[in-house]
């Protein structure tokens, strides 16, 4: 009985969209409090806003002139003003004496300087400034807050040093660890999971981790000295502007040290003996636990695998699944010169080679190559002395070096290996290079090839290149004031400020473009309609399924396809269909409630729960409210009245859809038989669903 009258509750709750409470409104009320549970003393019983996930209860009330907020029957407040953060329902921002703002998407502040934020563990505050962060990786809460001018962290075990700025905040290993950079004065500082770290340059913050946690390395900045960080310790001084690598089962952390004039390599704590003017190169054995790399003295080349002196005098690498490609440094004098190149085999032996000799002296900028993510391509930087740095891909240079100084650590490959993209700098501009596709360069055997340059930016947040799953290169980058959503060769319209990313599963980019105030949707390169937040579905097309405003209005957006407008909609319960692009979801004109995703929408309740199709996207079923009385709706068919219906289950062949009532005391299961046999309409749709080529 109790979890039928925790089912009712949830049900009614489904209903509710969030409603900033404020006492400059009029009075608005959505539902009765005795559809909740008691209230406290002196609360007004009109709900304006409620939520739960499941086990427990939040909701906004009125009290008197002000509003409070009710966490399980605990009051917190009274306040001025009062917002459920769209993020989280569970949580709100609130304000004794001023108003709450909203800025840059996630930022709040309050009129008075004093904005707290609350949730059912309680009250946090005051902040000046408040800013609230969402991550895919966990469901932890975690934001930044201003006191007296200085930023904390807060996570949910620990809350950070005083900063200045607090920056660049991601999940690494899988979301079980949290970077960040944090400034002091002039001095930049690594956060790991809110823990101070050593000082770091913030131009070359790179951080190596393994997914289970156990190895996280960086590079600090100590004394004027790049130092190799392991686990929060320092290591030796890092040779020339090499970085730390990781070892392939992520146990192990390698990197080119300097002591007194002379390199030698480090694995994790341990200093190899090997001694000499220069390492040339650094990989990883075949059996992926040992450092190999090359030391260069007296124009001499040595190669080692961990401590061992082998009998080569070439660098060999390996990359790919099984160790298909061996990659193998050569050198030798041309013209009172050295000229390297690398030369890629099938085998250890390296006897079927795909890269010749160049004619000109090359050097091999930090001897480092990147090879395609299919294994079969390969590429990296070499100059030609007196002509400036090139790319060479699969042995072929570019035709003109890029206008500009290459960052040669930006170097990344296409996900489907066509080609490679790096970052080029220019006067304190960047821009994006991306090479010529393989197809090109099939075409054109022996030729140099050339590059495709992207526009020229003031910024690129965080210098990342990333890419669709259609393989087209996506950044944000900022010209001027304003910020544009990169997607391939075409960029959006100029924003005050852009959104995440977010990648489509079928390919395109995804955010926000916030413009006056105003948030719109962006898709790909054009804009889209106004949203209060972005948070889309995606349809089997790709397409993104998001909600739009328009004149205090809501509506449903498949695409660039605007639905009906409704007073509301349930934003956090819409239902895909399995088969096609449509979606079914509870939508509000006036008090009443209907479905949107039948035929046809033939009943107004007073309540609804969340829709849901069958297997076979044939059907659609949710239970509803009127009167005190509740009904399963199938198919836009009511079947009824009982005293209670749980959710719908539909078998897993269409055929039958089962759900729990209640009639006084008496529960009761139900099984409606959906029909005999497979419809030949269901046949096909599953067709379609399971044969690509259909």
Same mark, same amino acid.
């Given at each position: 009985m109790n979890a039928l009258r925790h089912l009712a509750l949830g049900v009614v709750i489904l209903s509710c969209s969030t409603i900033v409470a404020s006492s400059g409104h009029a009075d608005d009320p959505r539902f009765h409090a005795r559809d909740l549970s008691p209230l406290p003393s002196g609360v007004d019983p009109r709900i304006w806003s409620a939520r739960t996930d499941g086990q427990r209860v939040a909701y906004i009330a009125r009290e008197n002139s002000a509003y409070v907020a009710i966490f399980d029957n605990e009051r917190m407040g009274p306040y001025r003003q009062l917002q459920a953060l769209p993020h989280d329902d569970l949580y709100f921002v609130a304000s004794q004496y001023g108003r709450i703002s909203?800025?840059?998407?996630?930022?709040?502040?309050?009129?008075?300087?004093?904005?707290?934020?609350?949730?059912?563990?309680?009250?946090?505050?005051?902040?000046?400034k408040l800013v609230w962060m969402t991550f895919p990786e966990t469901d932890d809460v975690i934001f930044k807050a201003q006191i007296r001018g200085k930023w904390f962290l807060h996570l949910p075990?620990?809350?950070?040093?005083?900063?200045?700025?607090?920056?660049? +905040?991601?999940?690494?290993?899988?979301?079980?660890? +949290?970077?960040?950079?944090?400034?002091?004065?002039?001095?930049?500082?690594?956060?790991?999971?809110?823990?101070?770290?050593?000082?770091?340059?913030?131009?070359?913050?790179?951080?190596?981790?393994?997914?289970?946690?156990?190895?996280?390395?960086?590079?600090?900045?100590?004394?004027?000295?790049?130092?190799a960080v392991l686990n929060?310790?320092?290591?030796?001084?890092?040779?020339?502007?090499?970085?730390?690598?990781?070892?392939?089962?992520?146990?192990?952390?390698?990197?080119?040290?300097?002591?007194?004039?002379?390199?030698?390599?480090? +694995?994790?704590?341990?200093?190899?003996d090997a001694r000499a003017n220069a390492v040339v190169h650094l990989g990883w054995s075949r059996e992926r636990r040992s450092p190999i790399y090359v030391m260069q003295a007296?124009?001499?080349?040595?190669?080692?695998?961990?401590?061992?002196?082998?009998?080569?005098?070439?660098? =060999?690498?390996?990359?790919?699944?099984?160790?298909?490609?061996?990659?193998?440094?050569?050198?030798?004098?041309?013209?009172?010169?050295?000229?390297?190149?690398?030369?890629?085999?099938?085998?250890?032996?390296?006897?079927? +080679?795909?890269?010749?000799?160049?004619?000109?002296?090359?050097?091999?900028?930090?001897?480092?190559?990147?090879?395609?993510?299919?294994?079969?391509?390969?590429?990296?930087?070499?100059e030609r002395l007196g002509d400036g740095v090139y790319l060479v891909v699969d042995g072929k240079p570019e035709k003109l070096a890029p206008d500009g100084e290459i960052d040669r650590g930006s170097l990344v490959w296409s996900p489907d290996s066509?080609?490679?993209?790096?970052?080029?700098?220019?006067?304190?501009?960047?821009?994006?290079?991306?090479?010529?596709?393989?197809?090109?360069?099939?075409?054109?055997?022996?030729?140099?090839?050339?590059?495709?340059?992207?526009?020229?930016?003031?910024?690129?947040?965080?210098?990342?290149?990333?890419?669709?799953?259609?393989?087209?290169?996506?950044?944000?980058?900022?010209?001027?004031?304003?910020?544009?959503?990169?997607?391939?060769?075409r960029k959006s319209q100029g924003f005050d400020g852009v959104g995440p990313i977010i990648l489509g599963p079928q390919g395109g980019a995804f955010s926000t473009g916030l413009k006056k105030g105003t948030e719109y949707a962006l898709i790909n390169h054009k804009t889209g309609s106004v949203v209060e937040e972005f948070d889309p579905l995606f349809g089997r097309s790709g397409d993104p399924i998001y909600l739009a405003q328009d004149d205090d209005k809501t509506f449903c957006v498949v695409g660039f396809f605007r639905q009906k407008r409704f007073d509301d909609i349930a934003r956090t319960r819409m239902t895909l269909h399995p088969v096609d692009d449509a979606v079914a979801y509870a939508a509000r004109e006036g008090e009443m409630w209907l479905v949107m995703g039948a035929s046809k929408s033939n009943y107004r309740w007073d309540h609804v729960s969340t829709p849901l199709?069958?297997?076979?996207?044939?059907?659609?079923?949710?239970?509803?409210?009127? =009167?005190?009385?509740?009904?399963?709706?199938?198919? =836009?068919?009511?079947?009824?009245?009982?005293?209670?219906v749980d959710v719908p289950v539909f078998s897993d062949d269409s055929r039958h859809v089962a759900y729990l009532t209640r009639k006084g005391r008496a529960l009761s299961w139900r099984v409606e038989k959906l029909y005999k046999e497979p419809a030949p309409k269901q046949v096909a749709r599953k067709a379609a669903a399971t044969q690509p080529d259909a």
């Open positions: 909203r800025r840059n998407h996630n930022q709040y502040s309050a009129t008075d300087g004093q904005v707290f934020l609350g949730s059912r563990h309680g009250v946090k505050g005051p902040y000046r075990h620990r809350v950070s040093d005083p900063f200045d700025a607090i920056e660049g +905040l991601h999940f690494v290993s899988d979301g079980r660890v +949290l970077i960040a950079r944090a400034r002091i004065g002039e001095r930049w500082f690594k956060l790991v999971d809110g823990k101070t770290g050593h000082p770091i340059d913030p131009k070359q913050d790179a951080t190596l981790a393994s997914s289970t946690g156990e190895v996280l390395a960086y590079v600090a900045v100590v004394k004027g000295k790049r130092r929060g310790e320092l290591g030796h001084v890092l040779a020339r502007d090499t970085v730390p690598l990781m070892s392939p089962d992520q146990k192990h952390i390698a990197y080119i040290a300097t002591h007194s004039g002379e390199e030698f390599v480090v +694995l994790d704590k341990q200093a190899f007296d124009k001499q080349y040595r190669l080692y695998v961990g401590n061992t002196l082998e009998t080569h005098n070439d660098a =060999e690498i390996e990359f790919g699944e099984g160790g298909k490609l061996i990659a193998t440094l050569s050198s030798k004098q041309v013209r009172n010169d050295i000229s390297e190149w690398w030369q890629i085999g099938a085998n250890v032996d390296a006897r079927e +080679l795909h890269e010749e000799e160049p004619a000109l002296p090359v050097r091999i900028s930090d001897h480092r190559i990147l090879f395609s993510p299919n294994g079969k391509r390969w590429a990296y930087f070499a066509a080609y490679a993209a790096y970052l080029v700098r220019k006067n304190d501009k960047t821009r994006v290079v991306q090479s010529a596709p393989a197809s090109w360069l099939a075409s054109r055997p022996g030729d140099w090839f050339g590059a495709r340059d992207g526009e020229w930016f003031d910024e690129l947040e965080d210098d990342r290149i990333q890419f669709a799953r259609d393989d087209r290169l996506v950044y944000k980058a900022r010209k001027g004031r304003k910020w544009y959503l990169v997607v391939g060769s199709y069958s297997p076979d996207g044939q059907h659609l079923a949710y239970t509803a409210e009127v =009167e005190d009385k509740w009904y399963l709706v199938l198919d =836009e068919k009511p079947i009824g009245p009982f005293d209670l």
